[in-house]
């Protein structure tokens, strides 16, 4: 059974930063591209970036361009999303997402709430 | 991509037949999600390629659609079916989500 669990989220004042992990408690996470999508509270889905496999590739929403980073550490099956510049509107609960063989977005985490807020 | 889903939301009984569309403001092939979202829990995949229930989704769901165009069924409402439902494209990063349909019990 695949288990994402993330971690990391918190309260953090407007500016300053943050870093989510998520980590897979099965096999073969090397093999397959992540992702981290967010939902406000009350709101819809919002994609937010994406990893290939072996963390060389990556792609992210206008909204976070320049202010998240995606990366992974296969050898700990650990996939991060490093928030830094953070405003009120990135308040929200956040998904690690894993592809799986044929299917993208296949397996969600239970998420990791982050609030900016002074 | 911009994907545009309706109804926003949608009252039903159980046994009703209901249909939730999602268009895409450009071709996306079959590249195209379906999800489940129950009240503070994470969303889950329901169908993928627009057509294909993913392994233990009863059969009562259905997809359709190609190109910009697409539907989703539940072909007789349950019970546990009463949640909110997303599409999303995979054509090209960024993933978009349409919107969200609301389903709750008339």
């Known amino acids: 059974e695949v288990q994402l669990v993330e971690s990391g989220g918190g309260l953090v004042q407007p500016g300053g930063s943050l870093r989510l992990s998520c980590t897979d408690s099965g096999f073969s996470f090397s093999s397959y591209w992540m992702h981290w999508v967010r939902q406000a509270p009350g709101k819809g889905l919002v994609w937010l970036s994406r990893?290939?496999?072996?963390?060389?590739?990556?792609s992210y929403a206008d909204s976070v361009k320049g202010r998240f980073t995606i990366s992974r550490d296969n050898a700990k099956n650990t996939l991060y999303l490093q928030m830094s510049s953070l405003r009120a509107e990135d308040t929200a609960m956040y998904y690690c997402?894993?592809?799986?063989?044929?299917?993208?977005?296949?397996?969600w985490g239970q998420g990791t709430p982050v609030t900016v807020s002074s | 991509i911009q994907m545009t889903q309706s109804p926003s939301s949608l009252s039903a009984s159980v046994g009703d037949r209901v249909t939730i569309t999602c268009q895409a403001s450009q071709d996306i092939s079959n590249f195209l999600n379906w999800y489940q979202q129950k009240p503070g829990k994470a969303p889950t995949l329901l169908m993928y390629d627009a057509i294909i229930l993913e392994t233990g989704v009863p059969s009562r769901f259905s997809g359709s659609g190609s190109g910009t165009h697409f539907i989703f069924t539940i072909s007789s409402l349950q019970p546990e079916d009463f949640a909110t439902y997303f599409c999303q494209q995979y054509d090209n990063p960024p993933y978009t989500f349409g919107q969200g349909t609301k389903l709750d019990i008339k």
């Open positions: 997402v894993r592809d799986s063989t044929t299917v993208v977005m296949t397996y």
């Open positions: 990893i290939n496999s072996d963390g060389s590739s990556t």
